[in-house]
């Protein structure tokens, strides 16, 4: 993977970067962007931006206006059966840098952190659940045998610096399952959080003491796309504001990856060592096409 050295090509060249997930493939890549983005006063921002979507403004929305009170915990999962029945070439899948934390990862923790803040302490558990996967693309290459050489079953747990304790699954190695893709449990009720690789909803609340979820509508738009990240960024350098979507939150984010890895290794909580503040929200009623009032 070479989102990290191309990245730095482009700082070296006097051009802010942004760049597809994950921002780095180890946390030493990662950090030598932001160090020298920092040292040439330049800015560097990451993948996903789904975050900024209607969804999952939305839920912060709802967050911060304590529609579900005090956040106390939150769960998210992306189990699936691996990419092998699908996809043309999915050996870079089961390599250093692949598997389900890195590939999907980034969207499930980019959005938790969106939503509740930084974590500041992880431990988890990891395995290569089979060896070898077996492609079943019936197009191309059907039958070949693919070795695994990184976990393809992560379960993390992770301590928020405001608070909340969250579980975070991601998994290739799971044929179906009935489990919620994220959700946030507050003081005064439970919010059921979409798909943090769209941009859109459904987003559903329960408060306590009602007997069924009510869906809410969007407080934000939808109609949006994958680039808003790096629009986001354009606005700010004219405006001196900061970028959502930055490096910051990116590298945050590989770490988090890298140190549920880690905590499995060595049996043991991992503090978090990078700092970043929550996004701010977007606001509401923006005229299509506009990032700022």
Same mark, same amino acid.
């Given at each position: 993977m070479v989102h990290a050295s191309v990245n730095l090509q482009i700082l070296e060249a006097g051009k802010c970067a942004h760049t597809e997930k994950p921002f780095a493939v180890d946390k030493a890549e990662g950090q030598a962007v932001l160090d020298l983005a920092q040292a040439k006063g330049l800015r560097t921002g990451g993948a996903p931006d789904t975050f900024l979507g209607g969804g999952l403004q939305t839920c912060r929305k709802l967050i911060d206006d304590g529609w579900i009170g005090e956040p106390v915990a939150a769960t998210a999962f992306m189990a699936a059966h691996g990419p092998e029945g699908w996809h043309p070439n999915p050996d870079f899948f089961y390599q250093k840098g692949g598997g389900p934390m890195f590939d999907m990862g980034p969207y499930y923790l980019t959005a938790l952190v969106s939503l509740l803040g930084p974590v500041r302490r992880v431990t988890g558990s990891a395995r290569a659940s089979f060896s070898q996967r077996v492609i079943t693309n019936p197009e191309q290459r059907t039958g070949e045998r693919i070795d695994v050489e990184i976990p393809t079953h992560i379960t993390g747990v992770m301590d928020f610096a405001s608070g909340p304790v969250g579980t975070i699954v991601t998994s290739f190695d799971v044929w179906s399952h009935n489990l919620p893709r994220i959700e946030i449990y507050g003081s005064e009720g439970s919010l059921s959080v979409p798909d943090p690789n769209t941009f859109d $909803?459904? #987003?559903?609340v329960r408060r306590a003491g009602q007997q069924d979820w009510h869906e809410v509508p969007l407080t934000h738009s939808a109609d949006v796309g994958r680039g808003i990240g #790096?629009?986001? *960024?354009a606005y700010g350098l004219r405006s001196g504001r900061p970028h959502?979507? !930055?490096g910051e939150l990116a590298y945050h984010v590989v770490e988090? *990856? =890298? !140190?549920? =890895?880690?905590? !499995?290794?060595? $049996? !043991? =909580?991992? *503090?978090i060592e990078s700092q970043v503040q929550r996004p701010a929200a977007l606001p509401m009623g923006l005229r299509a096409g506009t990032l700022d009032e």
């Open positions: $909803g459904p #987003v559903r #790096v629009a986001d *960024m959502r979507a !930055s988090l *990856m =890298h !140190s549920f =890895h880690e905590a !499995s290794e060595t $049996g !043991s =909580h991992v *503090m």
